[in-house]
């Protein structure tokens, strides 16, 4: 796995911070895909902008 996420380049490469995340890391190793901040974050205004839609339709 290839990652620089910026919060664990500042570290240094810890072990234990990524240890704190290690579902997070397997999960992106697995499926050959990375998610960042800015990605999770986007996912969830759009979430939260169907859910608003959602409940706007159902009154």
Known sequence: MNG???YYVTKGH???VMLQDAEK???E????RRVTQ???RQADKSQTNFD???AALIG
């Not at 190793?29 to 050959?32: F, I, K, L, T, Y």
């Open 4 to 6: 620089n996420n910026a």
């Open 14 to 16: 810890a072990v234990g």
């Open 25 to 27: 890391l397997h999960t």
């Open 29 to 32: 190793w697995a499926s050959g």
């Open 38 to 40: 800015s990605q999770a």
């Open 52 to 54: 608003n839609g959602q």
